[in-house]
């Protein structure tokens, strides 16, 4: 961002311009019913070069209102775990496999996240990240392209579409049900899970991220 006269210039990468036009496209979105009840898309925020993605299951009330992925209570949790291993938000990249708010919160059905899968899988080609980690049991098992039982898959490395890999955790909001942190407890391993998450982006780190 620099200074032009009095115009503020913000200078987008190739990556940050592909993003921006396929928000573009979200924000016009009718492909599926969700998008009668939306106040607004949420696209997703982050890092265009992000080494990390994390895909959450779709927008909710707060998420709706602000258009931003993971702002309510359970993306506050979701910020402190990412500060629990000293990454910021602004370092990866926040998505969910749907983006508009499925009234009342419900979850997704198939329908609305095949018809919002091109999205994703757009984003993910422009960020071209090495790891994504899903949120819950709807977006792992989406991805994954079958049913699973989050805390089976949890914690476990998962080759996808070669050459990327799908870690699962547990979606923040599963956590703020448990506040046991003993060993074996859901946040226990969700903070031992956000650890590898961190040596993965320090080992590309020292790679070298290619784009
Ligand atoms: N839950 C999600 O899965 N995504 C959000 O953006 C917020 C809550």
Same mark, same amino acid.
């Given at each position: 961002?620099?200074?032009?006269?009095?115009?503020?210039?913000?200078?987008?990468?190739?990556?940050?311009?592909?993003?921006?036009?396929?928000?573009?496209?979200?924000?016009?979105?009718? =492909?599926?019913?969700?998008?009668?009840?939306?106040?607004?898309?949420?696209?997703?925020?982050?890092?265009?070069?992000?080494?990390?993605?994390?895909?959450?299951?779709?927008?909710?009330?707060?998420?709706?209102?602000?258009?931003?992925p993971f702002v309510g =209570?359970?993306?506050?949790?979701?910020?402190?775990?990412?500060?629990?291993?000293?990454?910021?938000?602004?370092?990866?990249?926040?998505?969910?496999?749907?983006?508009?708010?499925?009234?009342?919160?419900?979850?997704?059905?198939?329908?609305?996240?095949?018809?919002?899968?091109?999205?994703?899988?757009?984003?993910?080609?422009?960020?071209?990240?090495?790891?994504?980690v899903t949120l819950g049991?709807?977006?792992?098992?989406?991805?994954?392209?079958?049913?699973?039982?989050?805390?089976?898959? =949890?914690?476990?490395?998962?080759?996808?579409?070669?050459?990327?890999?799908?870690?699962?955790?547990?979606?923040?909001?599963?956590?703020?049900?448990?506040?046991s942190q003993k060993p074996?407890?859901?946040?226990?391993?969700?903070?031992?899970?956000?650890?590898?998450?961190?040596?993965?982006?320090?080992?590309?780190?020292?790679?070298?991220?290619?784009?």
């Amino acid at each position: 961002m620099f200074l032009k006269g009095e115009t503020v210039v913000t200078v987008l990468s190739k990556k940050e311009r592909v993003l921006s036009e396929i928000r573009d496209h979200v924000e016009v979105c009718t =492909r599926c019913q969700l998008s009668a009840t939306r106040n607004n898309t949420v696209f997703g925020e982050g890092n265009a070069d992000a080494v990390v993605m994390f895909v959450g299951e779709a927008p909710g009330e707060d998420e709706d209102t602000t258009g931003r992925p993971f702002v309510g =209570r359970a993306g506050k949790l979701l910020t402190t775990v990412l500060h629990s291993v000293g990454l910021k938000r602004e370092e990866v990249f926040i998505a969910n496999t749907v983006k508009c708010r499925p009234p009342g919160n419900r979850i997704p059905n198939e329908e609305e996240m095949q018809c919002c899968f091109p999205y994703l899988e757009a984003q993910i080609a422009v960020i071209n990240p090495t790891l994504v980690v899903t949120l819950g049991g709807v977006s792992t098992s989406f991805l994954l392209g079958e049913k699973t039982s989050i805390s089976r898959v =949890r914690g476990k490395m998962f080759e996808w579409r070669g050459g990327k890999k799908i870690f699962p955790m547990y979606h923040p909001s599963y956590l703020l049900r448990y506040h046991s942190q003993k060993p074996g407890s859901p946040r226990y391993q969700t903070w031992k899970d956000i650890q590898e998450v961190k040596k993965t982006i320090e080992l590309v780190g020292l790679a070298g991220h290619g784009s």
